[in-house]
C-alpha cells in the first residue's frame, strides 16, 4: 500500500507539468532565448496567412460586381431616358442599359433569297426542246428560258380560229332573219305591188259585179251556167281582195310579237356562241404561249431539273417532273437568324446590322432588321428574325453571298442609317 501511493503522487506531478509547459503564457515566456521557442510563432503565422487571403477574395468580388452594385445604387440612371450616351435598350438580362451604337448582339444566320420561284411551265405539257438554263445564269425578266413542243397546241389554235368564223356566220344569219320580220325591212316597192294588186283585184271584182247584173237582168234569156259562174268569180275577187289587204297590213306592221320574240332570242344564242368560241381561242393561243417559258423576274438559275428531250407535265397527278428550275432575285438578300427569347429585348426594326460571311470574312455588309416573326420557335426557345443585306456598290449578285451561305450578323444599338461606316473587323 505504501510502495503504490509515492508512485502515484510522482506520476501525477509530471502530469502536471507536462499541462503546465503546453499553455501559452509558459510558451510565450520560455521562448525568450531558448532553441525551442521558434515554433511557438506557427500559429500567428497561420492566422495571417489565412487573413491575406480572406482580404484577396474580397478584393476580387469588390471588382466583379459589389463595386458596380454600388455605383449603380449611387450613381442611378435617369429615368427619363433623355440622356445623350445611353440608349433604353438593356444589354443584358440584368437590367443595364446598353450605350447607343453599342454591339447588341452577334448571331450566326443563314443567307435567305426572299424571292425564290420554282419555274414550271403553265397548264401545258410537252417536250423540252430548246433549253437555255445554266446553273448560275443570270436572266432578265422576260428571257427565254425553255421551249416545249407546240404541234398540238398549235391545232387547237387552229380549230378555235375556224369555231370562231362559224358562230360568227350564224350570227350574222340569225340578225337577217330577225331583220326580215320588222317593218323597217319591207322595201316600198314590196308594198307598192300589193297594193296595186289589190287595185287590180278590185276593178276586176267591179267588171265581175257588172256581168252578174247584166246577166240577172236578161232573165230566163241568160243561160242559168254563165248567172252561177259570174257568182262564183266575184266569190273568187273578194277573197282575194281580203288576202291581199291582210298582206299589206303585215307588210307594215310586221309579224307577230312571238315571231320577232323567237328570232332576236336565235339571235342573243348565235352571240353566245361567238363569244364561247372567241374564249377559247384566247384559251388555246394562251396555251399555245405557255409553251415558250419565259423568267418571270430578274434572277440567277440555282438549280436546273430538266434537260433537253424531258417530257414536262406538271399536271400529272403526283408528278415530279414538272418544274423545270429554281430562280431567285440575288440582288434581294436576307439572313434569317435565331434570336433565343432572353435576348429578344436587345432587337428592334430597322435595328443597325452588320453581315460578314464565313466564306469572305474580310467583306463587310451593311444591313437591317426587316421583320421580326410574329411566332416562337417553342422547340428551340427561340424567334426567327429576317435581316436585309445591303449589297456593295457594283457587285454582282451572286458571286460572294449565295443562298444558304452561313454569316455572321451583329446587332448594334441604333437606327440603320445608310450614311454610317461599315466596322472592319479585327484581324490578326
Known amino acids: 500500500m505504501n510502495d503504490t501511493a509515492p508512485s502515484r503522487t510522482a506520476t501525477n506531478g509530471e502530469l502536471?507539468?507536462?499541462?503546465?509547459?503546453?499553455?501559452?503564457?509558459?510558451?510565450?515566456?520560455?521562448g525568450k532565448g531558448s532553441g525551442r521557442g521558434g515554433a511557438s510563432w506557427l500559429p500567428w503565422i497561420l492566422c495571417l496567412m489565412l487573413a491575406v487571403a480572406w482580404a484577396a477574395v474580397g478584393v476580387r468580388g469588390y471588382k466583379g460586381g459589389f463595386g458596380n452594385a454600388k455605383n449603380n445604387a449611387t450613381n442611378p440612371e435617369p429615368a427619363s431616358g433623355n440622356s445623350p450616351s445611353k440608349s433604353l435598350t438593356?444589354?443584358?438580362?440584368?437590367?443595364?442599359?446598353?450605350?447607343?451604337?453599342a454591339i447588341v448582339l452577334e448571331q450566326k444566320g443563314t443567307l435567305i433569297p426572299p424571292q425564290q420561284i420554282a419555274i414550271s411551265p403553265i397548264d401545258v405539257a410537252g417536250r423540252v426542246v430548246e433549253l437555255n438554263i445554266v446553273e448560275?445564269?443570270?436572266?432578265?425578266?422576260?428571257?427565254?428560258?425553255?421551249?416545249?413542243?407546240?404541234?398540238?397546241?398549235?391545232?387547237?389554235?387552229?380549230?378555235s380560229k375556224a369555231n370562231v368564223a362559224a358562230s360568227k356566220a350564224r350570227f350574222e344569219a340569225t340578225k337577217l332573219r330577225l331583220s326580215e320580220l320588222l317593218p323597217a325591212s319591207v322595201r316600198k316597192i314590196?308594198?307598192?305591188q300589193v297594193e296595186e294588186e289589190y287595185k287590180e283585184n278590185e276593178a276586176l271584182r267591179g267588171r265581175q259585179a257588172d256581168e252578174l247584173n247584166r246577166l240577172e237582168r236578161l232573165g230566163l234569156s241568160a243561160a242559168e251556167r254563165e248567172t252561177k259562174q259570174a257568182r262564183f268569180d266575184i266569190l273568187a275577187t273578194d277573197a282575194k281582195l281580203r288576202r291581199?289587204?291582210?298582206?299589206?297590213?303585215?307588210?307594215?306592221?310586221?309579224?307577230?310579237?312571238?315571231?320577232?320574240?323567237?328570232?332576236?332570242?336565235?339571235?342573243?344564242?348565235?352571240?353566245?356562241?361567238?363569244?364561247?368560241?372567241q374564249a377559247r381561242l384566247l384559251q388555246s393561243q394562251w396555251r399555245l404561249d405557255n409553251?415558250?417559258?419565259?423568267?418571270?423576274?430578274?434572277?440567277?438559275?440555282?438549280?436546273?431539273?430538266?434537260?433537253?428531250?424531258?417530257l414536262v407535265n406538271p399536271l400529272a397527278f403526283g408528278s415530279t417532273s414538272g418544274s423545270i428550275c429554281d430562280l431567285a432575285n440575288l440582288a434581294e438578300m436576307e439572313v434569317e437568324i435565331d434570336v433565343a427569347e432572353r435576348d429578344l429585348r436587345k432587337v428592334f426594326d430597322n435595328q443597325d446590322a452588320v453581315v460578314r460571311s464565313e466564306a469572305y470574312p474580310e467583306r463587310s455588309y451593311k444591313g437591317y432588321i426587316a421583320r421580326i416573326m410574329p411566332i416562337a420557335d417553342d422547340s428551340k426557345s427561340v424567334v426567327k428574325v429576317r435581316?436585309?443585306?445591303?449589297?456593295q456598290k457594283n457587285e454582282v449578285p451572286g458571286s460572294f453571298l449565295k443562298p444558304k451561305m452561313g454569316v455572321v450578323v451583329t446587332?448594334?444599338?441604333?437606327?440603320?442609317?445608310?450614311?454610317t461606316p461599315i466596322e472592319m473587323p479585327k484581324t490578326n
Open 291 to 310: 409553251c415558250i417559258i419565259r423568267a418571270p423576274i430578274d434572277g440567277v438559275a440555282l438549280t436546273k431539273k430538266a434537260e433537253l428531250g424531258n
Open 136 to 159: 448560275g445564269k443570270s436572266f432578265k425578266k422576260g428571257d427565254v428560258l425553255a421551249k416545249l413542243e407546240d404541234v398540238n397546241y398549235q391545232a387547237q389554235v387552229a380549230e
Open 190 to 192: 314590196e308594198v307598192t
Open 90 to 101: 438593356p444589354a443584358s438580362n440584368t437590367g443595364t442599359v446598353a450605350e447607343a451604337g
Open 411 to 419: 446587332l448594334y444599338n441604333r437606327k440603320y442609317d445608310a450614311n
Open 387 to 391: 435581316v436585309k443585306v445591303m449589297l
Open 244 to 277: 291581199l289587204a291582210a298582206t299589206l297590213q303585215i307588210l307594215k306592221e310586221g309579224p307577230r310579237q312571238e315571231r320577232k320574240a323567237a328570232a332576236e332570242a336565235d339571235v342573243a344564242a348565235a352571240s353566245a356562241e361567238v363569244d364561247v368560241a
Open 16 to 30: 502536471i507539468n507536462r499541462v503546465q509547459q503546453l499553455r501559452l503564457k509558459d510558451q510565450l515566456g520560455a
